[in-house]
């Protein structure tokens, strides 16, 4: 157990920074005078600060103006534009890249067919994907704040170490190691999921959500989750890895491959794998097994059944287990929401006391490259997020 820490003045001088600016972004334009009330920190101290954060170009002085004492001062704002983060969400079929300002705005993309089965070529592909973002003529004049890449298994978050990611085929893989000796820029890795939890807590549905839990459904099945708008990483950085939990006593003591119990069962891979097995059927994509169960055709209405079932037994236990106020639900789960959504939530609604809301995403893909830009601006001001224990 580590030893109960006292903090130093430089650690409540990097507290109120955090505090400020945090203010500051989310409810631009405000006053000096506002933000030392509402952080009950004197006027020196924000002042101080604030214009520190002006110097570095995170805040600018807007054009409305307050009375402070016999003097107008600039009302101040966030300022979303003068830097930008690289994101790389490598967790679906191709490999997508974003460029994004502090404020959530993507001003360009790409991506490059990935997740083959040759661990090197999966990391050439990435580089590849990287350089051409690096070259987007939308950099002009832009700071890169730094580069945040999120993939598809557990990571070592403080090293950048991939534990295993068997859609990339990496294990104990240095990424962050590798990047680093190339680019000259922050680098964060960390799981895919994690960071889609952190872009929607910062830039999208999450925003006023204290506790939250982001579920996927893709070729595998994750989540992410947030504790008092803290990340939750666990202790050896694998919470969220769902995938792996036991649909049945039947699983007990069984191995189940690369992936996880559940997802043989409620994936989308382990849907096709399923209608493969058990029906036969050597080719078919997802949205033609949820259309022939909208048809009642039988094979595909009991699959998708199961699946169904499956899902909303993994959400209870959940909802039991963290008591969330929001549950945003992403990935395949987002994407044939229409089929999936309201038999799972009849089946949930019926089986916990208290019902968070629960809703589909609206960031999508975005959701990576989103929390990319919040762990990189995280990471690259030490930023702190402070709660009086009750």
Request: glycine share 8%.
């Amino acid at each position: 157990m580590d030893t109960p820490l006292t903090i130093t003045a430089s650690a409540m001088r990097e507290i109120n920074r955090s505090a400020i600016l945090e203010i500051i972004r989310r409810e631009s334009p405000i006053s000096r005078t506002a933000i030392a009330e509402r952080l009950e920190v004197s006027l020196p101290t924000v002042m101080r600060i604030v214009d520190e954060l002006v110097a570095e170009g995170f805040v600018r002085l807007q054009g409305e103006k307050e009375w402070s004492g016999s003097r107008r001062r600039p009302l101040i704002e966030f300022n979303p534009g003068e830097s930008v983060v690289l994101g790389i969400d490598l967790g679906t079929s191709s490999f997508y890249g974003a460029i994004s300002d502090l404020g959530g705005s993507v001003v360009d993309e790409s991506s490059l067919p990935g997740q083959g089965p040759n661990t090197e070529e999966n990391y050439d592909q990435l580089i590849a994907l990287i350089d051409q973002l690096l070259q987007s003529p939308r950099l002009e004049g832009k700071k890169i704040r730094g580069i945040g890449v999120g993939v598809p298994g557990p990571v070592i978050h403080h090293d950048g170490r991939v534990t295993w990611a068997p859609a990339l085929n990496w294990r104990n893989f240095p990424l962050k190691e590798r990047l680093s000796s190339r680019y000259n820029l922050p680098l964060i890795v960390d799981n895919d999921m994690n960071l889609a939890a952190l872009g929607e807590l910062w830039f999208g549905l999450g925003q006023n959500a204290q506790n939250m839990i982001l579920v996927t459904v893709t070729t595998g099945i994750g989540a992410g989750i947030i504790i008092d708008r803290a990340l939750y990483r666990g202790s050896n950085d694998a919470s969220g890895e769902i995938g792996n939990m036991l649909p049945g006593r039947e699983f007990l003591g069984k191995s189940h491959g690369d992936f996880g119990a559940l997802e043989t069962r409620a994936s989308l891979s382990g849907l096709l794998q399923r209608a493969r097995e058990q029906y036969l059927i050597k080719e078919i994509r997802p949205e033609d097994i949820f259309r022939a169960a909208s048809r009642e055709e039988p094979f595909a209405g009991q699959l998708v059944e199961e699946m169904i079932d499956h899902l909303a037994v993994t959400l209870v236990n959940l909802i039991v287990s963290f008591d969330p106020d929001l549950i945003i639900l992403h990935g395949g789960l987002a994407q044939y929401s229409n089929y999936l959504l309201k038999p799972i939530l009849d089946r949930v609604q019926s089986s916990v006391a208290v019902m968070p809301k629960i809703l589909v995403t609206q960031l999508d893909r975005k959701a990576v490259v989103m929390g990319a830009v919040t762990n990189v601006l995280h990471n690259t001001t030490n930023f702190y997020f402070v709660r009086k224990l009750s």
